[in-house]
């Protein structure tokens, strides 16, 4: 059985990891505007620009984040954040319950 701590662990990195994924875009430079120069995001863009020829291929992580950036997170990749905050979340409640006897 499960317990209970386990599940309000898993809860609530679930919902953090959706609520604060906007905020650590934006800390990275993933922005509406476009990418912040000399962010971490600008060094990211610059290294799949050089790695692709000179342009960023769409679909690749960068140009994921930066959509997510601009326009928010997709109904799919708020699903997709919730649940590995939620296992990561639920995983580290299961260990902890371990060690606390």
């Not at 995001?41 to 610059?46: L, P, W, Y």
């Not at 997510?68 to 902890?96: D, R």
């Amino acid at each position: 059985m499960v317990a209970l701590s386990v599940i309000a662990m898993a809860v609530g990195t679930g919902t953090a990891a959706v609520l604060m994924a906007p905020v650590a875009l934006g800390a990275m430079g993933f922005g509406a505007g476009g990418v912040a120069a000399g962010s971490t995001a600008a060094g990211m863009m610059s290294s799949a620009a050089v790695a692709n020829g000179g342009g960023v291929a769409a679909g690749s992580l960068v140009a994921a984040l930066q959509s997510a950036g601009a326009a928010g997170l997709t109904s799919v990749a708020t699903a997709v954040v919730g649940s590995v905050g939620a296992a990561a979340g639920g995983a580290v409640g299961w260990v902890s319950s371990k060690f606390r006897g």
